[in-house]
């Protein structure tokens, strides 16, 4: 018998996929992982870092080996990097998951992350950049989300209720 998330984050990074996955796994009583924090901890150091020493496409193989991992054994919430679901394979997997796409307009994207070094794909002209990441994420998130919870002007209590609610999910 094979294992599955409960539930499954997905969104651009800055959303609150950690803050509102670990608010999930609390009213669900499930234990909550985080690809990234996978990533981190297996590479024993920061994605950026992975970025920087060795690029994009290296830092993407390493993900989609912890996604596809984390979703084979993880029972509980999960929540993926920002850009897991630019992978075919890693789309494919989700499919019949529960997953839920965390969505935010720009400005509240910009006051989320602001200008933070740690996140390599933001670091030159945030708003431009963040823009163009979403035009060519936004159907992929789309396109594996069971629903889809606007974030904006939210506070996470509300996000996690609203998915709760969009996955016809009780808060225990």
Request: glycine share 8%; net charge negative; proline share 3%.
């Given at each position: ?14 959303v ?21 924090d ?37 029972e ?26 965390l ?36 159907h ?33």
């Amino acid at each position: 018998m094979s294992t599955v998330p409960a539930i499954v984050l997905v969104g651009p990074m800055g959303v609150g996929k950690s803050t509102v996955g670990q608010l999930l796994a609390e009213c669900l009583g499930l234990g909550y992982r985080d690809t990234d924090d996978d990533i981190v901890a297996a590479e024993g150091r920061a994605i950026a870092e992975i970025f920087v020493d060795e690029g994009e496409s290296a830092f993407r193989a390493i993900e989609k080996r912890a996604v596809a991992t984390a979703l084979a054994e993880h029972e509980g919430v999960l929540a993926l990097g920002g850009g897991a679901v630019l992978d075919a394979d890693t789309r494919a997997l989700l499919t019949g998951q529960r997953v839920v796409y965390l969505s935010m307009d720009v400005e509240e994207a910009v006051k989320r992350t602001g200008l933070n070094a740690a996140r390599p794909l933001l670091a030159v002209n945030p708003r431009k950049q963040w823009r163009e990441l979403m035009e060519a994420r936004r159907h992929l998130y789309e396109e594996v989300a069971s629903a889809v919870v606007a974030t904006d002007g939210r506070t996470p209590e509300e996000v996690t209720q609203a998915a709760l609610d969009a996955l016809e999910l009780k808060n225990a």
